[in-house]
């Protein structure tokens, strides 16, 4: 059961609010983002895909500007990297280069409106992966712009069952509320855009955050917690077992929360 969940309507506007915030911000935002995250390093040690030397066949929701993708790329030499790279905001995948890169060459890009997909109950059927191809399933700095637990849980299933059985799903959960500073950043964010928007009340760690010095536009951010983070693994318990969790990133080391699971 849900608890303090908010109307689709209003998380459906809220995500409006955040794909217009992408597109708006989309060369800036990739500016910032081409680093590797520091989780990554710790992602490929648990699963051990450096060992290996076979293809290792990728899927990748909300891509972004294909960052992982590249660090992939150079984290692992000796395998050759293909899959699918999944996002509806052109600008910063093609402010990836991909079409520069021989690494990615062999990724196929879908546009595809994730948060529409999870409205309609179709996000799996939707996603050009065939089930059960890829040998690894991700989703990096997305989660949190998910509003209702119900899509989080769709979202979680379809990476999934687009794996293969013995290969893994990779997902982060951002808590920026760890942070002190972002946690004030985000309470005074969130006031000035529902006064300026008319948005009513948001539910408990959801927030309306900015960019920069960018005036009017926002982008919808839920804090998680554990019990929430709990509930997510035990929807997806029949058809994934967890390996491993743990905090990364940012300068205090646990800004996200990674989860990893081995697809039975």
């Known amino acids: 059961m849900e608890l303090h969940e908010m109307d689709e309507g209003l998380a459906l506007r809220l995500c409006a609010l955040t794909g217009e915030f992408y597109r708006a ?47 992939l790329a150079d984290a692992l030499p000796n395998r050759m990297l293909s899959g699918y790279a999944v996002d509806n905001c052109d600008p910063l995948v093609e402010a990836g280069g991909r079409n520069e890169s021989d690494a990615l060459s062999r990724m196929s890009f879908q546009n595809l409106d994730a948060i529409e997909r999870l409205s309609a109950g179709c996000l799996r059927e939707a996603l050009e992966a065939p089930d059960a191809s890829c040998d690894l399933a991700v989703s990096f700095g997305f989660m949190h712009h998910v509003p209702l637990e119900r899509w989080r849980a769709g979202l979680l299933r379809a990476l999934v069952a687009k794996v293969r059985p013995g290969g893994f799903v990779a997902v982060s959960f951002w808590r920026f509320l760890n942070s002190d500073k972002l946690a004030r950043k985000a309470e005074e964010t969130t006031s000035r855009a529902r006064a300026e928007l008319g948005i009513p009340e948001l539910s408990p760690n959801d927030y309306l955050l900015g960019w920069q010095d960018t005036q009017g536009l926002y982008r919808y951010c839920h804090h998680f917690d554990e019990p929430e983070i709990e509930r997510l693994l035990a929807m997806v318990a029949d058809s994934a077992d967890l390996v491993s969790r743990f905090e990364a990133d940012g300068k205090t080391g646990n800004l996200n929360e990674y989860v990893v699971l081995r697809v039975k």
């Open 25 to 71: 911000n989309a060369e800036s935002f990739s500016q910032t983002r081409r680093s590797p995250w520091q989780g990554w390093v710790r992602l490929l040690e648990v699963m051990g895909l450096a060992a290996e030397r076979e293809p290792l066949c990728v899927l990748d929701l909300a891509c972004g500007n294909l960052r992982f993708e590249r660090y």
